[in-house]
């Protein structure tokens, strides 16, 4: 299978600005690290993409102040989550053309990691949540218009990817799958909410109580998300590998470690159809995100890594609070915690009765 990293280095050349929770350098973070590994395969550099790329989701009204770089209020534009940067425009534009091209290479089989994108909180007339353009409903609609037909897109960042649910809440075309902190922003993402319609069935959310841990989402995919994909037998998969579901995320309240996210590479890898499209999302822990992301795509593309960290990454790890010495975090099965682990029982229970794949 082909596979790549699709990225820029005008990725972590934009700054969101200091007092701003993303810092771009998690990127190059991430991937000089996987490049230590040998885990970069492909290096592609992406495209902005084009104005009539990003009208397949967004309104013209929205690209105009976006790309005039205006305080728009009503428009989300130039708060606190959302501040409008000089050269915010051409950023959104490599994001987004950067999850196109991984979209395109992978629609003729293969497998394509872009660490910038994920953004999705981003609405067709306003950004939300640190995100303006929202470059997975545009791939995901070029995945579709391409033939693809059953695409699941899984999401496990530690919000719930509201905007992704929307877009397809009525339609058969993409099985959105999510695990999300069922209290944090943007507070969506209920598990009654199966879709309507032709997309009854097609939307799955598993909201996650604070505290959550490992064990907790290994128990959702063994019991839920592996069975519904390999029903499914998906020709295309998304996923949306947010990591601000770690312990030490500054944003967030699970109690995940890098473990969990190894694991859900190896359940996954045995079912990847012959399209996948990796993008980054949320974590605010640059060494977090770098470690996670590294071990994740590692997995996925069967690179098997020793538990080591180069001396120049465990310099600036340290400096950052992470003392190491190796990649992964010492493992968290604590098996406590009852009423979470009920809670999320029946969840999983609530939705294999009433889904149609079981
Ligand atoms: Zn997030």
Redesign the pocket.
Known sequence: MEKGIVVSKKYWEFDYGREHPVRTFRIKLAFDLMKDFGVTYNVVEPEKATREELLIFHTPEYLKALEEERVEPSMGLGNQDNPVIPGLFDFCCLVAGGTLKATKLAVSGGMFFNPGGGM?HAKRDKAS?FCYINDIVIALKEAIKSGKKRIVYLDF???HCDVIQESFYSSSDVMVISL?QED??PQTGKVSELGEEKGYGYNINIPLPRYSEDEDILYIFEKLIIPVIKAYEPEMLFIQA?V?GHKDDP??ALYLTTGIYEKIAELIKPLLPPSVVITG???YDMINVARIWTLFWAKLTGKEIEDVLPPWFLRIAIMEGYEGPGIRDIPNWSGRKDTIKKQIKERVSFLRENLPFF
């Open positions: 999705h949540g960042d530690a919000h999300h944090a922003f947010g601000d944003l967030t999302g949320g974590g």
